[in-house]
């Protein structure tokens, strides 16, 4: 069982629509979790963080957490067609020596006009 | 404030040939340093991570090793490159703490 999967897509979605990306970790003792976007070619860069359960809510963009089920989620409301990217999770373990950095395999979102 | 500097953005190299790929971070001490290697269209691979001078985990074994020489630079590095060797490579860190990680802008290697 992968560490952090994400659902695999890719995941296709008109433009206004609400874009839903998924996704499960396994370690339960997981303690911040990070969704980021990358544009083909391009790095990494945050869209949101989200530490606790519920709903985390900045501009467009939805973050959900819930520990009990081991899932996080971004929502993605009114998507642009500059929404489109690779979106990928990443599951973190607290503490001061852990270094290990663990991120799903990535979904890859197309919003068309 | 804090920044990333990795180079070079694009390289290509012949088949058996050395590689080093150098990263840098400025504005932060005792960061956590880490590689990661993306094929086209797929997630990050974990290369190697630091958390400290001198202290590397190595994720995958292969032909591509890792140094840590000062605080705040990490090395990248292979006596003879594969031609499976090829791909995005990006070097990142972050905090001990709950902030993001931050990535350099990543090195496009082609091996020919």
């Known amino acids: 069982q992968k560490e952090v999967e994400q659902n695999s897509g890719p995941l296709s979605v008109p433009e206004g629509a609400i874009a839903s990306l998924n996704c499960t970790y396994s370690d339960r003792v997981s303690q911040s979790f990070f969704w980021y976007r990358q544009y083909s070619g391009k790095s990494p860069e945050l869209i949101m963080s989200i530490y606790s359960n519920g709903d985390k809510e900045d501009g467009r963009f939805t973050a959900q957490l819930n520990k009990a089920s081991q899932y996080v989620s971004l929502l993605i409301r009114d998507s642009q067609p500059s929404d489109s990217a690779t979106y990928l999770c990443e599951a973190r373990v607290g503490g001061t020596s852990y270094g290990k950095l663990t991120f799903g395999q990535g979904t890859i979102l197309t919003v068309h006009p | 404030s804090q920044t990333i500097h990795q180079w070079p953005a694009t390289l290509v190299q012949p088949v058996g040939s050395p590689l080093s790929l150098e990263c840098t971070v400025e504005g932060t001490s005792n960061p956590n340093l880490y590689w990661y290697r993306q094929a086209a269209g797929r997630g990050l691979q974990l290369l190697f991570y630091?958390?400290?001078?001198?202290?590397i985990s190595s994720e995958v074994p292969q032909n591509l090793s890792a140094s840590r020489p000062q605080d705040r630079q990490f090395i990248l590095s292979s006596k003879k490159l594969l031609l499976s060797d090829s791909g995005f490579y990006l070097c990142?860190?972050?905090?001990?703490?709950?902030?993001?990680?931050?990535f350099g802008q990543g090195t496009r290697l082609t091996v020919v």
């Open positions: 990142a860190w972050s905090d001990r703490g709950r902030t993001e990680a931050f």
């Open positions: 630091s958390v400290g001078i001198g202290q």
